[in-house]
């Protein structure tokens, strides 16, 4: 039998567009999954507790390296004069609380750095699927489960980034709006495509 030959992508498939919008939704994924796993991370090791990262600031650090001096001092004469090393030295309490401190402030800096990062990419996907959807079937929006999710995860984390912008919110409360992003990533990019039926589904459930 003769190999099948491969036609042509009709028209709709050949757009500029739509590789802006795959390309843009692809790595908005990425980069809010990423986002929302360093949010779920603070969840954990903070326990979901309320922790004051104010108390982060150049103060406490300077504090913290005061105290790492001391301890390493103490440390140091200590075995000089061969004594016995008590089991926790001073300030080994505050320099464990302070580097747990700074770690959850990282995590919170780095999760708000990479989901503003992932958010313009987003939009911008968003956009430009909707340009695509008129140039292929006459409607900018025709709120496809996909679109309808797509936004949600849109909202999701503009009201993150509307949070820490204008609320100045920082810690728990963002970590979990971020962690909430996680599953509604999920949920658009899988849940939909498999489980849904619309224009974006390529599933085998109903």
Sequence with gaps: ???????????????????????????SYATLIIGSLLCILFLVLSKLQDVDLQLVDESTSLVFYNNIFDYYEAKVFLQENKSSTPSELPFEEDIQEIAFLKLLKSLDNWSYRIIGLGFPFLTIGIIAGGVWANEAWGSYWSWDPKETWALITWLVFATYL???????????????????????????YLGVNFLGKGLHSYGWLS
Excluded: Y
Excluded at 176 to 183: A, D, Q, R, S, V
């Design 162 to 188: 509307h949070s820490r912008l204008t609320k100045g919110w920082e810690g728990k409360k963002t970590a979990i709006l971020g962690g909430l992003g996680f599953f509604v990533i999920w949920v658009c």
């Design 1 to 27: 039998a003769d190999m099948q030959k491969s036609s042509p992508l009709v028209p709709a498939l050949q757009s500029n567009w739509l590789m802006m919008h795959v390309s843009m939704m692809m790595l």
